[in-house]
């Protein structure tokens, strides 16, 4: 890919630790002509290119105040959601598709919290997701220093040619080729058809713990925000991360594990039945598929979809099953590879449900059935423990206010407990969105991390589509990640507030 090191400089500024109102005096205005950009680096539309320069080169100990002061003269919501996607896109490496890359990972997931916010609340999730750039930024810095380059325009392929030259280039791993037959892509497509050929490559290989899918899904949902004129420049981040792999050779000339499931999946798609979409949706199934999944192979569990299908069944069901499965994992091993099975199966899910490609849709469901087992094996989790389809409830007394209090309590110690609590209270109350309320104002008071926004967006998303009597369970299963109303609150809840007077 067209893309390397990049300039060596990044300003910090000489106000930090400024408290108070004192920085409203002290910061200089910042225009366009201020800062100046290295002419090998992309350039974004001149309309957000000053907002996004603001952020690359304002200190992690202003920016802020910076851009609070920016919001306090006429600048929006989504401007600011646009320069903070970009910012992230421009200056963080895709590789690996994870850690400090999550400064770009977290934007759509900061977002839906800020929709899910009171208005009062509703700047707190994406001021979080500018102090995490920041911090990613630096750590590029450190790493390397790497920038998306500007794209020589004169190897940008005609639209006649983008497709196909894209796909080739991917199925052979080349990044050079896929830089560039990207950029003729997105000026050449549709909006869909980009998205159609993105979600079947972000889903061919178990690599970097579903980030991939996780990338090419959150975009996507961004960029339905932000606009659609803003893409090429994210198209070809993704296309940069989706061919990352770290194996040494190439994977198209080799048989890794990573790849052994889209292989073999491609093979399955003919073998499911016409009209597949349709079919009958029964928990007995549902039930089924589960018990596969904590102790198939990834080829049994892809096989079984197979089979579910063909007897006439809903897709629904392995789509619950994955989500099941996916919740269970976390609550018998919590930890980041058990916790990617439900943000990995989200992305999935979602992919599935925006591709108008009816083999793509195939393909997503069988490498979600498999992607969960691989999973099982990457977070440690054995065959026995805790069943999400069976756990107790915890008393048997009529729940109410006091109780969800108590469940969030609870949280911040015995995580099992506060399961058992917290089905219950769903159960007795049948009171989803308070639970929902209070669970997404805990991760943005009390989050540190991009998983916790990654993670809840994902659950309370996703909980809604099944049926009612396991969705409870699903939702219980999730206080092993949430927050918990004993943690403090982070300091940048109170500078958020402060800078925006709130």
Same mark, same amino acid.
């Given at each position: *890919?067209?893309?390397?090191?990049? /300039?060596?400089?990044?300003?910090?500024?000489?106000?930090?630790?400024?408290?108070?109102? #004192?920085?409203?005096?002290?910061?200089?205005?910042?225009?366009?002509?201020?800062?100046?950009?290295?002419?090998?680096?992309?350039?974004?539309?001149?309309? %957000?290119?000053?907002?996004?320069?603001?952020?690359?080169?304002?200190?992690?100990?202003?920016?802020?105040?910076?851009?609070?002061?920016?919001?306090?003269?006429?600048?929006?919501?989504?401007?600011?959601?646009?320069?903070?996607?970009?910012?992230?896109?421009?200056?963080?490496?895709?590789?690996?598709?994870?850690? !400090?890359?999550?400064? @770009?990972?977290?934007?759509?997931?900061?977002?839906?919290?800020?929709?899910?916010?009171?208005?009062?609340?509703?700047? +707190?999730?994406?001021?979080?997701?500018?102090?995490?750039?920041?911090?990613?930024?630096?750590?590029?810095?450190?790493?390397?220093?790497?920038?998306?380059? #500007?794209?020589?325009?004169?190897?940008?392929?005609?639209?006649?040619?983008?497709?196909?030259?894209?796909?080739?280039?991917?199925?052979?791993?080349?990044? #050079?080729?896929?830089?560039?037959?990207?950029?003729?892509?997105?000026?050449?497509?549709? $909006?869909?058809? @980009?998205?159609?050929?993105?979600?079947?490559?972000?889903? /061919?290989?178990?690599?970097?713990?579903?980030?991939?899918?996780?990338?090419?899904?959150?975009?996507?949902?961004?960029?339905?925000?932000?606009?659609?004129?803003? #893409?090429?420049?994210?198209?070809?981040?993704?296309?940069?991360?989706?061919?990352?792999?770290?194996?040494?050779?190439?994977?198209?000339?080799?048989?890794?594990?990573? =790849? /052994?499931?889209?292989?073999?999946?491609?093979?399955?798609?003919?073998?499911?039945?016409?009209?597949?979409?349709?079919?009958?949706?029964?928990?007995?199934? %549902?039930?089924?598929?589960?018990?596969?999944?904590?102790?198939?192979?990834?080829?049994?569990?892809?096989?079984?979809?197979?089979?579910? +299908?063909?007897?006439?069944?809903?897709?629904?069901?392995?789509?619950?099953?994955?989500?099941?499965?996916?919740?269970?994992?976390?609550?018998?091993?919590?930890?980041?590879?058990?916790?990617?099975?439900?943000?990995?199966?989200?992305?999935?899910?979602?992919?599935?449900?925006?591709?108008?490609?009816?083999?793509?849709?195939?393909?997503?469901?069988?490498?979600?059935?498999?992607? *969960?087992?691989?999973?099982?094996?990457? $977070?440690?989790?054995?065959?026995?423990?805790?069943?999400?389809?069976?756990? !107790? *409830?915890?008393?048997?007394?009529?729940?109410?206010?006091?109780?969800?209090?108590?469940?969030?309590?609870?949280?911040?110690?015995?995580?099992?407990?506060?399961?058992?609590?917290?089905? $219950?209270? +769903?159960?007795?109350?049948?009171?989803?969105? $308070?639970?929902?309320? *209070?669970?997404?104002?805990? %991760?943005?008071?009390?989050?540190?991390?991009?998983?916790?926004?990654?993670?809840?967006?994902?659950?309370?998303?996703?909980?809604?589509?099944?049926?009612?009597? +396991?969705?409870? /369970?699903?939702?219980?299963?999730?206080?092993?990640?949430?927050?918990?109303?004993?943690?403090? =609150?982070?300091?940048?809840?109170?500078?958020?507030?402060?800078?925006?007077?709130?």
């Amino acid at each position: *890919m067209n893309i390397f090191p990049r /300039r060596s400089f990044l300003k910090t500024g000489a106000l930090a630790g400024v408290s108070g109102a #004192a920085w409203l005096s002290r910061l200089p205005v910042v225009a366009a002509d201020d800062v100046t950009i290295d002419s090998h680096d992309v350039r974004f539309l001149p309309e %957000i290119e000053p907002l996004v320069r603001l952020l690359e080169d304002t200190s992690r100990e202003r920016v802020l105040e910076e851009v609070a002061t920016r919001i306090k003269h006429g600048t929006t919501y989504r401007e600011v959601l646009t320069a903070l996607l970009l910012a992230g896109v421009r200056n963080i490496q895709p590789r690996p598709v994870g850690f !400090k890359f999550h400064a @770009v990972l977290v934007v759509n997931a900061a977002h839906l919290a800020s929709q899910n916010s009171p208005d009062e609340d509703r700047w +707190l999730p994406i001021f979080w997701a500018l102090d995490a750039f920041k911090s990613s930024q630096a750590r590029d810095v450190q790493e390397g220093d790497w920038t998306m380059s #500007a794209l020589d325009e004169t190897t940008v392929l005609a639209p006649d040619k983008a497709h196909a030259a894209f796909a080739d280039a991917m199925n052979r791993w080349d990044e #050079a080729a896929a830089d560039v037959a990207a950029a003729g892509l997105v000026r050449s497509a549709g $909006a869909q058809e @980009v998205f159609d050929v993105l979600c079947r490559f972000g889903a /061919r290989d178990f690599r970097d713990i579903g980030h991939k899918i996780i990338f090419v899904s959150n975009s996507w949902r961004t960029l339905q925000t932000i606009g659609w004129q803003h #893409a090429e420049p994210v198209v070809r981040s993704l296309a940069y991360a989706l061919l990352e792999h770290r194996d040494g050779k190439n994977p198209a000339e080799n048989e890794y594990e990573a =790849d /052994r499931p889209g292989r073999k999946n491609e093979q399955r798609l003919k073998s499911i039945r016409a009209g597949w979409q349709t079919g009958e949706k029964d928990n007995a199934t %549902i039930i089924h598929l589960l018990e596969t999944y904590r102790s198939s192979s990834w080829d049994d569990a892809a096989q079984a979809v197979v089979e579910v +299908l063909n007897r006439g069944k809903s897709p629904d069901c392995v789509w619950d099953a994955v989500k099941l499965h996916a919740g269970e994992m976390l609550m018998r091993r919590p930890g980041i590879a058990s916790l990617h099975a439900t943000t990995t199966a989200n992305a999935l899910h979602f992919a599935f449900r925006q591709t108008s490609n009816d083999e793509t849709r195939k393909f997503l469901l069988l490498q979600a059935a498999s992607f *969960m087992t691989m999973f099982r094996g990457a $977070a440690g989790v054995g065959n026995d423990g805790v069943a999400i389809d069976e756990f !107790k *409830m915890d008393g048997d007394k009529h729940a109410g206010a006091d109780d969800l209090e108590d469940v969030f309590r609870e949280v911040s110690g015995d995580k099992n407990l506060a399961a058992r609590k917290a089905l $219950a209270f +769903l159960n007795q109350t049948g009171d989803e969105r $308070a639970f929902m309320r *209070m669970a997404q104002r805990l %991760i943005y008071l009390k989050g540190t991390d991009a998983h916790d926004y990654k993670f809840s967006s994902a659950v309370l998303e996703d909980f809604r589509r099944m049926p009612p009597a +396991l969705r409870n /369970r699903y939702l219980a299963a999730s206080v092993f990640w949430l927050k918990g109303s004993g943690r403090p =609150d982070t300091p940048l809840v109170a500078r958020t507030r402060q800078a925006l007077g709130v």
